[in-house]
């Protein structure tokens, strides 16, 4: 059964700390999203990737947030440093054809 | 005002009910609308899509409002595995395959 991988799945660290979350889409799909989620602001697009090639990355503070997409098999979103306000559960979805994404189970981000 | 506008409950109904939740939108140029489903502490599902002439699945149906610009989704016969968010979801107008998320409506099925 096909799903996106996320690791990791916890991360509790120190403010200043750098952060990096990795994720293997479904094999075969060429869009990759991370999401952000909070609880006052919902789900939040921070970039998209399309046949690795970024393509919006309005919705992530530049000054510290970067994705990249090294292969079709990864994709990585990094923080550093990272802020108590960054603390959030960050989704990594992958797509192919149609609209339809497909979520991993997400990385549960604590700073403290 | 948010692109997408849900009422976030919590909606509590007991089993065997009918709920319903509505949701707003304010582009009118978009294209594509989904509902998702969201468990406690889990990632988003897709639940189904949203089409103009209205589409049911098994106890869940989803209708379009274009003109007034609402979507709406029906649950018969709700049951306790029911109970979760429940994520509106719209295609951002000038890319199709951006979407942009409701805050969600919470529905708790007791027994």
């Known amino acids: 059964d096909a799903r996106v991988t996320q690791t990791p799945r916890h991360k509790v660290t120190e403010m200043g700390q750098e952060v990096t979350m990795r994720c293997q889409p479904i094999?075969?799909?060429?869009?990759v999203f991370w999401y952000r989620q909070t609880m006052m602001q919902g789900l939040e697009l921070l970039a998209y990737?399309?046949?690795?090639?970024?393509?919006?990355d309005s919705g992530m503070p530049k000054d510290r947030f970067s994705a990249e997409m090294p292969d079709a098999t990864l994709a990585t979103l990094k923080i550093q440093p990272s802020e108590p306000r960054d603390s959030a559960v960050y989704f990594c979805?992958?797509?192919?054809?149609?609209?339809?994404?497909?979520f991993g189970e997400g990385s549960r981000l604590t700073v403290l | 005002r948010k692109e997408v506008e849900q009422d976030p409950g919590p909606f509590n109904v007991p089993e065997g009910a009918t709920v319903a939740f509505n949701c707003t939108y304010s582009?009118?140029?978009?294209?594509?609308f989904f509902w998702y489903r969201q468990d406690c502490r889990k990632e988003p599902k897709l639940l189904m899509s949203v089409y103009s002439s209205g589409n049911e699945d098994g106890r869940f149906t989803a209708q379009l409002n274009r003109a007034s610009q609402y979507i709406s989704l029906l649950i018969r016969d709700s049951k306790l595995s029911d109970s979760a968010t429940y994520l509106c979801?719209?295609?951002?107008?000038?890319?199709?395959?951006?979407?942009?998320w409701g805050l969600g409506t919470s529905l708790a099925v007791n027994p």
């Open positions: 979801v719209v295609t951002d107008a000038g890319n199709n395959r951006k979407l942009i």
């Open positions: 990737f399309r046949n690795r090639a970024p393509l919006d």
């Open positions: 979805a992958s797509g192919g054809t149609g609209v339809r994404l497909f």
């Open positions: 582009n009118s140029a978009s294209q594509s």
């Open positions: 094999l075969g799909h060429n869009t």
